[in-house]
């Protein structure tokens, strides 16, 4: 066992992460932040979503599912934006790519985190995945992929810290290509879904994987920033530049997004679609227009569009005020997707008497507990990585 | 530069790289492909190939048989709630959820006028049910001599998708089976017993609900739909799940 992760850690070079006592405390903070995420799944588990989640029968998926979709979404951009480099060849993008492996790792376990204490009966899955296999089911495409994908990444990266740049490319292409597939396939659980009218068409699918692109750029800028903070390192020119290109990516994968989300409310707007209609007006004026304007066009598009663009993706600070903005906005962006999808009911627009015209949703205690737990958790591998691999720096291509 | 200078340096295009492995990664890129490819297509087939072009089959094309399906005689129910109880006692339904339930429809006649109609809704059984094609563990399948749409418990993981894909919000999740529950037109609680007729049924006392065999040509069901001058409709037919419980006005 020692001789294998000595084959993988790297012993020497790098750049060495600091030992300080913010560092400790930071990880103490997040394991804590973590356990109690788990305690309280382990708690709604045993108890009962009934008795533990704001979800109900209208409303079947919660915060948990958007924090799911969240961090597979990161995870997927992730991995694309460290393909462009390493399977790619676009050699601007290599600074990056180890971390951006390694993180895609850990966002999509994070994700796995999340969504087994939404799952009723996670346990039953293993065995009913196999012997049930349902091959028109989209939601069973996308956990066999993203299986096979946590594995191919995984390989990807202990063969690139054994320096195996071919298997490691070859490996890069796979989880790439089943990263995609499993990606387009969550877009489609949603997509094909005939009576969410908010949701359905093929639309769902491709703006899952450019968001997909967008988010990861968005996050490998914030993680990278603030491992060298943090740790005090000095960014090398390639990696500033590194830092640009990536940055240039993501502003061209917003203005898709922004492009999309422009035409999805004018079409959900002209000639009142039903069911469409109630829901999108929702987020433009109705009780989700707070979530939409600030947290999806300012945050998620406006500003870090606007900041990569003034800066050209050169200025650090400014990329990080964009990347985090990014972030929040992303985030805000899945759960309005999930949530405004499912709050138009069934039988609406029927003249039904005390019957609602929209349901509502209130994340509970124990949701905000395990989405925050999937956060720390992920932000504790993160720093682990950091202090383990060394800043994974690319030594050489 | 001269020619005999160019004609000494090396190309630089794709000349140099052996066939073999450029073959090799052309292979490996289609099987990737061709994999993918093939679950996103098996992905979109519909469940099963259904019959008809109105929203009652036609006369001998019925998917199963015993086709069972339901017609609500809407305008004689008078929301007692009787097919509620029995519904609940039978099937063991706790308070939480519901297997089939009662809307009210109000509708202006102008003035001070209204006229209230009262709508019966439960699964609807469909003949391409968005529920079963979206379970990742076939917990939920349409059974294939009666066509009705069941639940196996023990199978259920709890992801909920059949719920969210639901057109008719016929599914509720029991926390007692730890797993989703739904109306199968009493299969288990009756008709596998022998009894020929729900529970629901048998309990409204203004003979709304009627429950048979669609393909039995000789049955109250059949004789309903295809009753001359009667207005026959199915709940969210634009959803395309083709359902097997139908509305008439008579």
């Known amino acids: 066992m020692n001789n294998l992760l000595a084959g993988i850690l790297p012993q020497a070079g790098g750049l060495e992460a600091s030992g300080s006592g913010k560092y400790s405390a930071a990880m103490g903070l997040l394991a804590l932040l973590s356990v109690l995420g788990v305690a309280a799944g382990v708690h709604s588990l045993i108890a009962g979503h009934e008795h533990t989640f704001g979800v109900s029968r209208g409303v079947p998926w919660g915060i948990l599912i958007a924090a799911y979709v969240f961090f597979v ?13 390493h399977v790619f060849g676009f050699e601007n993008f290599n600074p990056i790519a180890k971390r ?119 996050a490998i800028i914030f993680f990278t920033i603030i491992a060298y903070k943090a740790n005090g390192w000095k960014m090398s020119e390639g990696m500033k530049k590194s830092m640009e290109s990536v940055a240039k990516m993501g502003a061209l994968m917003m203005a898709i997004i922004i492009f999309f989300t422009i035409w999805k409310m004018i079409a959900g707007v ?40 003034v800066v050209r993706g050169r200025n650090m600070n400014a990329l990080f005020v964009a990347s985090l903005a990014g972030m929040v906005g992303i985030f805000v962006m899945r759960y309005d997707l999930v949530i405004v999808g499912q709050l138009i009911p069934s039988y609406h627009g029927m003249g039904l008497v005390d019957y609602p015209e929209l349901l509502s949703y209130v994340p509970s205690l124990h949701e905000n507990l395990v989405v925050l737990g999937g956060v720390a958790f992920c932000g504790l591998c993160f720093l682990m990585g950091e202090k383990l691999f060394r800043g994974h720096v690319s030594e050489h291509h | 530069m001269k020619i005999d200078d160019l004609e000494k340096i090396t190309s630089e295009d794709l000349g140099g790289l052996p066939s073999v492995e450029r073959r090799n990664f052309l292979k490996l890129g289609l099987v990737v492909t061709g994999m993918y490819l093939g679950g996103s297509v098996l992905s979109l087939t519909s469940v099963r190939n259904v019959y008809g072009a109105g929203v009652v089959p036609e006369v001998g094309k019925y998917p199963y048989n015993p086709h069972y399906s339901m017609v609500i005689r809407e305008k004689l129910c008078v929301d007692c709630e009787r097919c509620k109880e029995a519904c609940v006692k039978t099937n063991h339904v706790p308070a939480y959820g519901f297997r089939t339930t009662i ?148």
């Open chain 1, 270 to 309: 002209t000639g009142n679609p039903p069911g469409k209609y109630e829901a999108i007006m929702t987020l433009l004026t109705g009780s989700y227009a707070l979530n939409f304007w600030v947290g999806e066009v300012l945050l998620g598009m406006a500003i870090p569009f606007a900041v990569i663009l």
């Open chain 2, 103 to 250: 809307l009210e429809k109000r509708r202006s006649l102008g003035g001070e006028k209204f006229e209230t109609t009262f709508m019966p809704v439960l699964c609807n059984h469909c003949n391409r049910p968005p529920c079963v094609r979206v379970c990742p563990t076939t917990a939920t399948w349409k059974d294939e001599k009666t066509g009705i749409v069941t639940m196996n418990p023990d199978r259920c993981i709890g992801c909920k998708t059949c719920m969210t894909a639901c057109p008719y919000n016929a599914r509720y999740f029991k926390e007692e089976t730890r797993s989703v529950d739904k109306c199968d037109f009493c299969f288990e609680s009756r008709l596998s017993k022998g009894q020929t007729t729900t529970a629901c049924v048998e309990a409204c006392p203004a003979d709304v609900r009627v429950f048979g065999n669609l393909a039995d040509l000789k049955s109250r069901v059949f004789k309903l739909v295809h009753a001359p001058e009667t207005m026959i409709w199915v709940l969210r037919p634009e959803t395309g799940a083709n359902p097997n419980v139908f509305y008439i006005n008579s």
């Open chain 1, 73 to 85: 979404v990161t995870s997927t951009g992730l991995c694309i934006v460290s393909s462009v480099g």
């Open chain 1, 100 to 218: 951006a492996v390694f993180l895609s790792i850990a966002t999509i376990v994070a994700g796995f985190l999340v969504i087994a204490f939404e799952i009723e009966n996670s346990w039953r899955m293993p065995v009913g995945n196999v012997i049930g296999a349902n091959l028109t089911s989209n939601i069973w495409w996308m956990g066999t992929l993203y299986g096979a994908y946590l594995f191919f990444m995984m390989i990807e990266f202990v063969m690139l810290q054994k320096e195996q740049h071919k298997i490691a490319t070859a490996f890069g292409l796979a989880g790439l290509l089943t990263g995609v597939a499993a990606h387009s396939n969550l877009g489609a659980v949603f997509g094909l879904l005939n009576g969410r009218e908010f949701w359905h068409g093929p639309y769902m699918p491709i703006y899952f994987i450019t968001s997909a692109a967008m988010s990861g750029c968005v």
